[in-house]
């Protein structure tokens, strides 16, 4: 497994893929948060706190992540190397935590540099260090766990066809649907006390929860288990491949 995730990461680095994606991730945060005048801008805001960060990241990995993960198994469908992948001395398992590792491993490195964003808001406060750690790094490691399903989501809409444009499409949507559409829904009203168990079933619920500082394993176990499903759907994808 090791060097799959290996040749991923060489994947990724020998083109232009992995320098754009984190390019793009910073860019599109720093213009927002920093330059562009508008809700977003921290310096606009009259207080200092990463809120706005972390409302526009699970949005800008909505789209990201998929152009990551993409050609995860398209590629290999396409040209026809998941044949002698199925050959070598691995199985499915590893060749598809492989893949995900690798993938992760990608968007973990565009969010590092944001950790520079916390130093800025200690500095900014008023007085200076008027900031919750706790909110801000669970709010870190509640979008750690959301780019995790993501790139499980991005990795089973890899098997599904050739055409990574369309693998990229099927992802995106998958990815938004989860993370706003049952919140979107039950917002409606429709459902009267079924609505909160249908918001709940959405990724926003689990991330703003974690996003308060307070880590509950009601949550963990929620990402961990939608993870787990789609690299699952994954396998059984790969098994029925012909």
């Known amino acids: ?35 562009f005048e508008g809700d977003f801008n921290i310096l606009h805001a009259g207080f200092a706190d990463l809120n706005n960060y972390f409302f526009l990241a699970p949005w800008i990995f909505i789209f990201l992540i998929p152009a990551i993960t993409m050609r995860s198994f398209s590629e290999e469908l396409n040209t026809g190397t998941i044949e002698i992948l199925k050959t070598k001395p691995i199985t499915n398992w590893q060749l598809i935590l492989g893949k995900y590792i690798g993938s992760f491993i990608l968007v973990i490195l565009a969010i590092i540099p944001t950790l ?86 959405g990724l926003n619920a689990h991330y703003k929860s974690i996003s308060k500082g307070v880590i509950d394993t009601r949550d963990l176990v929620y990402f961990a288990s939608i993870t787990f499903f789609f690299l699952l759907l994954t396998n059984y994808r790969i098994q029925h491949e012909q």
């Not at 995790?148 to 990815?175: E, H, R």
Request: charge should be neutral; proline fraction near 2%; glycine fraction near 8%.
């Open 116 to 201: 520079i964003y916390v130093y800025s808001i200690y500095q900014l406060g008023n007085p200076v260090g008027n900031i919750k750690f706790g909110t801000t790094f669970g709010s870190f490691i509640g979008l750690l766990f959301l780019a995790s399903t993501y790139t499980s989501i991005g990795i089973f809409s890899s098997t599904i066809s050739k055409n990574q444009i369309v693998s990229f499409i099927i992802a995106v949507f998958t990815s938004f649907i989860l993370f706003y559409g049952f919140e979107s829904l039950a917002n409606y009203n429709l459902f009267g006390n079924l609505d909160s168990t249908i918001q709940n079933i």
């Open 1 to 35: 497994m090791k060097s799959i995730v290996i040749k991923e990461l060489n994947s990724f680095f020998s083109s232009p893929i992995a320098y754009l994606v984190i390019g793009v991730y910073l860019l599109i945060n720093g213009l927002f948060l920093w330059v």
